[in-house]
């Protein structure tokens, strides 16, 4: 029994008790803007953009199907599109890497 | 007809009902291991010939898809009332061998009938479910069905106990009665609830996952916690409710069964915790030291188990008990804790059952996870659920009762009838060696030895406020106890909180 047991810290305090698998999971931050990822898995219908295209905060880049939807992909940011990932016709996992967008300083 | 010509009429047409799907359908039951809902009515939950049918005669009216050829045994659900150790109940059974369990509207018009019943008696209703869904054939009015079904739930949540048993598929929009209702049983291996299946998941989403894992009877008892009570067969399942159904009133103007009481087995020292605030122990062990008989019945066992809620008897009263677990995560308050915690408090306020509340907690877990889970929401219910309660409150703090903590875990200022604290008791912002951390920061880091300063720093804090009295100086504490006497102390508060107020306070919204 005793050895499954581990630390947590509290208010400075170490506390020797059980952890469980799910309570370890090491926070992930905030999205990268700078990554396009797939919110939801499904297919490229259509890339609306090319490499090198100026685009703004709102432009729609993609259209994904799921759901039995055609969902846009919009950049959240102002930048220059960097590296396309995938091709119209492609499935798609979820958070897989799109595009690469290149956000100006 | 002659009179005796009717009868044997009667008799072949109730044998032919009797039947359900047929043996083929049964055979196939069988072979998943699970009974069948007469057996689970007749066999497992109910006391021996209590059972009353009623609606077994009832047809569906069903013309399109070929449906007017088709005879369904009792629509699909076998449904009346009997009694559980000698007290009355409202029962229904969905059949899975007569079209998959499905719901049409027939099968859901006998449902509702018996919820009605249950409330006009007002006694408890116990729902077996183990169907394949809606009846598409019947379109929009298999969803009234399931609508109306829903509208009673919540209708009679608080007024008298609902338990789901989930014995086979409950997909969908089904999912959300046993959701409604107080508690969830489930058992390895036969039960499944989920809203979208497995293969539709793999169509849409491309994403692969077994029926088990999706919402099998283990995931909802450790994962989503819709399950509250996890056993290993329908027997272990339905022995399990009838314990249940022992702590419960019949509805909630009634006052919970007393028995006669049994002093527990093994009654706690005054040294049951260990000397080291940071050593885990497990509170049950304690808990058993209290209650009649060493008994308790745990409720959701497997589901955020650095709390621990559940049933047992104080000088044969039922009590409904809520207690930190040192044992897993230190017993720190977070999201599930606190939902968990919130729900079982709001039904046993709503069933005239007392509440019990052992604290030892460092706080709240920390972390960006809890917080962007919405720890603040989720821990509001807690507070939210004791300040409401007006059952007898009373509250016993082991060790640890720290910060914010400490006010939720049925604190004087939540309005808690009884607030007694072992010697041993911590009643204070946080632990020492944060407190220190954080008064003597400058001073700290100012000091020739800082480790040392900080270490005799934190010694006189200990000193000062590591203890009950600085709490029952203020009367927030109303008595020291030495762990030993808790039980008796108890009792004596138990034996001066008057019956229960009658009424219904509230319902019991899922949390």
């Known amino acids: 029994m005793e050895n499954n047991l581990d630390k947590l810290i509290i208010d400075d305090t170490e506390y ?23 919110f939801i898995p499904g297919i490229i219908v259509e890339i609306k953009v090319s490499e090198g295209d100026s685009i703004e905060t709102g432009t729609v880049l993609l259209l994904l199907d799921a759901m039995k939807m055609h ?13 396309i990932h995938v091709s119209a016709g492609d499935s798609v996992q979820k958070n897989q890497l799109l595009i690469n967008l290149i956000i100006p300083e | ?38 057996e689970r009515i007749e066999d497992l939950l109910l006391d021996e010939d209590s059972f009353l ?12 898809f070929g449906m007017d050829r088709k005879e369904l045994a009792g629509d699909g659900v076998i449904t009346g009332y009997g009694k559980v150790h000698s007290r009355p109940v409202a029962v229904f059974a969905q059949d899975f061998t007569v079209a998959g369990g499905s719901l049409g509207r027939a099968h859901s018009k006998k449902i509702v009938k018996v919820m009605d019943g249950a409330a006009q008696a007002g006694i408890p209703l116990i729902g077996i479910n183990d169907s394949g869904g809606a009846r598409i054939q019947e379109g929009v009015e298999s969803l009234c069905g399931y609508g109306e079904i829903f509208y009673r739930n919540t209708k009679l949540s608080g007024v008298v106990p609902q338990i789901s048993v989930i014995l086979g598929p409950c997909a969908g929009g089904a999912v959300y009665s046993p959701a409604l209702t107080d508690f969830v049983f489930v058992v390895d291996r036969i039960s499944n609830m989920f809203i979208t299946g497995p293969q539709v998941i793999k169509t849409v989403l491309g994403e692969d996952i077994t029926q088990e894992e999706l919402g099998g009877a283990l995931t909802h008892a450790t994962i989503t916690g819709n399950a509250h009570f996890y056993t290993k067969s329908e027997t272990e399942a339905f022995n399990t409710l009838k314990k249940l159904l022992s702590f419960l009133p019949a509805n909630s103007n009634e006052n919970p069964p007393v028995r006669s009481s049994i002093p527990p087995d093994q009654p706690l020292g005054d040294d049951v915790i260990p000397d080291n605030r940071s050593q885990a122990y497990c509170v049950k062990d304690i808990i058993r030291g209290i209650v009649d008989a060493s008994d308790f019945l745990e409720v959701h066992e497997h589901f955020a188990a650095n709390m621990v809620v559940g049933f047992a008897r104080l ?34 306020d709503c069933f005239n059952i007392p509440l019990l509340t052992l604290v030892d907690t460092p706080g709240y877990l920390p972390g960006a996870d809890q917080e962007h889970a919405g720890v603040i929401r989720h821990g509001a219910k807690i507070l939210y659920a004791y300040s409401e309660a007006s059952v007898p409150k009373m509250t016993v703090i082991m060790r640890k009762a720290y910060g914010g903590a400490y006010i939720a875990m049925c604190s004087r200022h939540l309005g808690a009838t009884f607030v007694a604290s072992w010697p041993c008791g911590e009643i204070a ?17 100012a000091a020739e030895n800082p480790e040392e300063y900080r270490q005799k720093m934190i010694s006189e804090y200990e000193d000062k406020f590591a203890n009950p009295y600085v709490a029952a100086n203020k009367g927030y504490v109303d008595t020291i106890i030495r762990a030993s006497m808790t039980r008796e102390s108890l009792i004596k508060v138990l034996s001066r909180t008057g019956q229960s107020r ?8 899922p949390l």
């Open chain 2, 315 to 348: 000088a044969g009263r039922p009590i409904g008990i809520i207690a930190n677990q040192p044992r897993v995560l230190a017993g720190v308050l977070d999201v599930d804790a606190s939902d968990k915690a919130a729900r079982f408090i709001r039904f046993c």
């Open chain 2, 502 to 509: 009658k009424g219904h306070p509230h319902g019991n919204i």
């Open chain 2, 429 to 445: 912002v946080m632990g020492p060696e944060g407190a220190a951390n954080i008064i003597f920061r400058k001073e700290i880091a």
């Open chain 1, 16 to 38: 020797v008790t059980e952890v469980p698998e799910h309570s370890r999971k090491p926070y992930e931050g905030v999205p990268d803007p700078s990554e396009i990822k797939a």
């Open chain 2, 53 to 64: 049918e009623i609606d077994l005669f009832v047809e569906h009216s069903v013309k399109d």
């Open chain 1, 71 to 83: 969902n846009e992909v919009c950049s959240g940011k102002n930048g220059i599109i960097g590296k």
């Open chain 2, 1 to 38: 007809m002659s009179i005796m010509k009717s009868v044997n009429d009667f008799l072949m047409r109730l044998s032919s009902k009797l039947k359900g799907g047929g043996d083929k359908a049964i055979e196939k039951q069988k072979k998943k291991g699970k009974n069948t809902a007469r």
